[in-house]
């Protein structure tokens, strides 16, 4: 397409300059706009929507939703019958590219914070996202994100707040309504934003569901509790909108922080607290002595945010105790490289034996070997060929997003809706 010293290849007006990727419903490029002079992005809907029609007037609904946390929509149109949609060409990656780089714990709060203002924005726009993932949100180079990719968007009924088109979307990321019934509202959306805020905040996926317990000694802890309502399994008790929910997560987060003059009074009473309480008991006794789990867990934390997985795995494994640690060791094993998964699963197996959990199986253990030798195919097809399980979408996920083939990502949608017991109609992944 982009051989030899051919003319540019255009759509519409626009000079194709490259392939930027391809997501569930489309082709995207990087392209010129000489009408305009700039650069753009120009996603080309190859997997036809439900209705072109409606695709496109939430394109131009999209365009009027100016926000600094949605991606631009400059134009829509058709090009020889195929949709498509010309957006602001952002330079910088997803924000599952961003994550994978150290930041500090306020700069990534105020990215989750974005990304939810940017999607109540959506919301207020009468827009459902239907498939938010940090694959599709993009970090601009100035630390920004833009929510974008609402490919698999539809309207919904402002007077009933739901729709009902179908099931569509990333399983890993859809509420327990939208993968079991197709039903997709503002409080699905508000379901999957609380799943990329948790993966955000604490290096990790909810493995574990909403009630996972996050150390205290995190620098997120008190936005726990606000995300785990979002992740309530009946929307109606999760928060009653999007603004809701990100001024409940500013508000937790802003109650971390304390000015000096607290700071410095706070620390004075604790001084003179520990003198009268020291004289109190005359010094002969230390302070109580603390929870191992709790200490394990906070230590664990603290690894895990460095994205330091391996020493995280084998600190764990050196003190774990019961069932409960090696989960915690089995969760920084699965992050950390193939040896180290290895040799918890061997630990596990001999501490705990019939009960090796499903990130131990072969199947895994042979996707995570191919995934290691950049074999992200072969990695995608291991699985692809097993039964499903939940443990196994997960390294399907990461190794089919690093795979730029349609045919692929509509066999890993067929996957996601057998492991969910959902029936898999033709058009159901696409076209």
């Not at 997803?94 to 974005?114: G, N």
């Not at 001024?247 to 520990?274: F, N």
């Not at 003198?275 to 664990?300: K, Q, T």
């Not at 995280?312 to 915690?328: F, G, N, P, Q």
Request: charged share 20%.
């Amino acid at each position: 397409m982009f051989a030899g010293d051919a003319a540019p290849v255009r759509i519409d007006r626009f000079e194709i300059r490259g392939r930027l990727g391809a997501g569930a419903t489309g082709l995207v490029y990087a392209a010129y706009d000489p009408q305009l002079d700039r650069e753009v992005a120009v996603k080309l809907l190859v997997v036809a929507p439900i209705d072109d029609h409606a695709a496109l007037s939430e394109a131009r609904t999209l365009a009027r939703c100016a926000h600094p946390n949605v991606l631009p929509v400059y134009e829509v149109g058709t090009h020889d019958g195929i949709p498509f949609i010309v957006s602001e060409l952002v330079g910088g990656g997803s924000l599952r590219a961003w994550l994978a780089q150290p930041h500090p714990p306020a700069e990534v709060r105020a990215v989750v914070l974005a990304i939810g203002r940017g999607l109540a924005e959506a919301h207020h726009h009468g827009i459902v996202h239907r498939d938010l993932k940090p694959e599709n949100v993009l970090v601009g180079l100035d630390g920004r994100p833009r929510v974008a990719d609402f490919g698999l968007a539809r309207w919904f009924d402002p007077a009933t707040h739901r729709i009902e088109h179908g099931i569509a979307g990333t399983p890993t990321y859809m509420a327990p309504e939208q993968a079991a019934q197709g039903i997709a509202d503002p409080r699905s959306d508000q379901y999957a934003y609380a799943l990329v805020a948790f993966e955000a905040l604490y290096g990790r996926f909810p493995a574990d569901g909403p009630g996972e317990v996050v150390a205290r000694a995190h620098p997120h802890a008190a936005l726990a509790p606000v995300i785990a309502r979002g992740l309530a399994a009946q929307p109606a008790a999760r928060w009653p909108t999007m603004d809701a929910f990100v001024d409940a997560l500013a508000a937790a987060g802003a109650g971390r922080r304390r000015g000096p003059a607290i700071l410095i009074a706070s620390l004075a009473l604790a001084a003179v607290a520990l003198v009268v309480a020291s004289i109190a008991i005359s010094g002969r006794r230390g302070p109580p002595p603390r929870d191992p789990a709790i200490v394990l867990s906070e230590d664990a934390s603290a690894l895990i945010q460095a994205g330091r997985f391996d020493e995280c795995a084998a600190m764990v494994a050196a003190r774990a105790t019961d069932d409960v640690a090696r989960k915690l060791g089995l969760h920084c094993a699965t992050q950390g490289t193939l040896a180290t998964l290895t040799a918890t699963c061997a630990s596990w197996r001999a501490a705990a034996p019939g009960t090796v959990p499903a990130e131990c199986d072969a199947t895994i253990l042979r996707a995570r070997a191919l995934e290691d030798a950049h074999d992200y195919r072969g990695c995608a097809d291991a699985i692809l060929a097993s039964p499903p399980t939940t443990a196994a979408n997960l390294v399907l996920a990461r190794c089919a997003q690093r795979v730029d083939d349609l045919a692929l990502t509509r066999r890993q949608c067929v996957y996601g809706l057998t492991l969910n017991g959902l029936p898999v109609p033709p058009d159901a992944c696409g076209r």
